[in-house]
Structure formats: structure tokens, C-alpha cells
């Protein structure tokens, strides 16, 4: 004859393993967070010169103007696409 045994109590949920799988995910997520807020706050971009324009302005003047200083790679590019040697000079 069977004996009738006191219904169990069921663990609580922190004392299973799979909960702690399921929470460290997220967990991860939100410290990785603050860190990432962290550096942000602590390194500090620097400040753009007031002068932007006119720099870029002059970087796009001596840019197409005909500088001597291009001429050999010019010369190279079209010796590349071409095949023919460039002339001597």
C-alpha cells in the first residue's frame, strides 16, 4: 500500500541555473551601456576650428590648382592606363 507523502514546495526561482542564463544576457547589455556612457562622458571631442571654412576653402584651392607636384602621378596614370613610357623631361 502506498504511502501519501506532503505535497513539495517548489524551489524558489533564483536557485535555478537556465533564470541566471536568461538575466545575464540582458544584464551584460545594460553594463555594457553604462560603460559606453562612460567613455563618452570622460573623453571629451575636440572643438572644430572656427576657421573651418576658409581652411577648407584654401585646401580646395590648392587642390585644383595645376600644381607641379601632381605632374608624376598623372604621368604614372597615364602611363598605366596607356602602356606607352613616358617621356623624359
Known amino acids: 500500500m502506498p504511502t501519501s507523502s506532503a505535497p513539495q514546495t517548489p524551489a524558489p526561482w533564483w536557485q535555478f541555473g537556465h533564470v541566471w542564463l ?3 544576457g ?14 563618452a562622458a570622460k573623453g571629451v571631442d575636440p572643438v572644430v576650428d572656427e576657421n573651418y571654412y576658409r581652411k577648407g576653402l584654401e585646401i580646395n584651392k590648392t587642390l585644383t590648382e595645376p600644381a607641379g607636384n601632381l605632374a608624376p602621378a598623372i604621368k604614372a596614370r597615364n602611363h598605366a592606363a596607356t602602356g606607352v613610357p613616358a617621356a623624359k623631361e
Request: overall charge neutral.
Open 22 to 24: 536568461i538575466i545575464s
Open 26 to 39: 540582458p544584464a551584460a547589455v545594460v553594463l555594457a551601456g553604462f560603460f559606453t556612457f562612460y567613455l
